[in-house]
């Protein structure tokens, strides 16, 4: 894709908003160059190398094993490791770091034990639906639309406002949650945004660049025009925050008219229509997992 010269602001926003329903691409995917970027103080933002997590149903370590099956904490349950409460196919075991296979057999005290089924739902979601508990406001939330998903209680690994649409991830692996969120190495969203103006070149390079929003900085992986008016953009994210996709266009004064998540990490909008959900498949899984 070109990158077409810089351009001012210009037309109304009676206008624009016409303009931002034509010649967009909802299916907008910048090429793969990233664009330059970095910390204030010329700090470099580049993620330190991290081992990506195992393929789900892999060897285990036992204290996870343990608070996975919500008997207890993982620091716990090496306290009770250490006790010799806790067998291993009818065998004790005391050391630290011990992995089991989803086939073994592992008591604690005596009972049998096992982790909570791992669920992964994809939800794409409309406008109009809350995604914070707290948000006394909301007549209508996304919780409504993945509740008969599965029996396992699933919660998202981050939040769209009410008038984002797009995917959202809904699931009990707190691991890969917290892997999905890291800032610096995590999951990176796709947005595709349609904006009240024709958007300036140099702020696609403002947001590569980064800049504070609401107090913490923020910078752009990629971002590119998505449509000949250019008041259309993709804008690909590692960060988690809410709304920050829409906070960093209006702080550049912009009026965001849309924002609309197309990925997210190695996932896709691929046979999930608006307002439902699917669960992703073993290859899905694993990709995420180590992706992340």
């Known amino acids: 894709m070109k990158k077409p010269a810089s351009s001012g602001r210009s ?9 931002a329903s034509r010649s967009g691409r909802s299916d907008f995917r910048p090429n793969a160059k990233s664009g330059p970027g970095g910390r204030p103080g010329g700090r470099s933002t580049k993620p330190r190398a991290r081992k990506p997590l195992g393929p789900s149903g892999g060897p285990m370590r036992l204290n996870r094993y343990i608070a996975n099956a919500g008997v207890c904490s993982r620091r716990e349950a090496d306290a009770l490791i250490e006790s010799g409460v806790v067998t291993v196919n009818g065998e004790i075991v005391v050391q630290m770091g011990f992995k089991v296979n989803v086939g073994d057999t592992v008591q604690v005290g005596g009972t049998s034990i096992r982790p909570e089924t791992k669920r992964y739902v994809l939800l ?4 109009g639906f809350g ?7 909301a007549r209508r939330g996304v919780a409504e639309l993945v509740q008969k ?9 981050d939040k769209l406002d009410r008038e984002s649409t797009g995917l959202m991830l809904f699931t009990n692996d707190e691991e890969l949650m917290v892997r999905m969120n890291n800032p610096q190495s ?25 800049f504070v929003v609401d107090k913490g900085f923020v910078r752009a992986e990629e971002a590119e025009f998505a449509n000949e008016e250019r008041n259309q953009i993709g804008l690909k994210l590692v960060s988690s925050r809410s709304r920050i996709a829409r906070r960093m266009l209006e702080q550049l004064g912009y009026h965001v008219i849309k924002v609309d998540r197309v990925t997210l990490g190695p996932l896709t909008k691929k046979d999930v229509p608006r307002g439902s959900f ?4 073993d ?8 992706s992340c």
């Open 283 to 290: 290859a899905e899984i694993n990709l995420l997992r180590m």
């Open 149 to 157: 998903a599965c029996k396992e209680t699933i919660r998202s690994i």
């Open 186 to 210: 995590g999951a990176s969203r796709l947005y595709h945004i349609a904006l009240g103006e024709r958007v300036q070149s140099s702020h696609l390079e403002e947001l590569k660049k980064g």
């Open 278 to 281: 699917r669960h992703l498949s």
């Open 131 to 137: 995604t914070s508990i707290g948000d006394a406001r």
């Open 124 to 127: 794409n979601k409309p406008k």
């Open 11 to 19: 037309g109304g926003r009676s206008n624009s908003r016409a303009n």
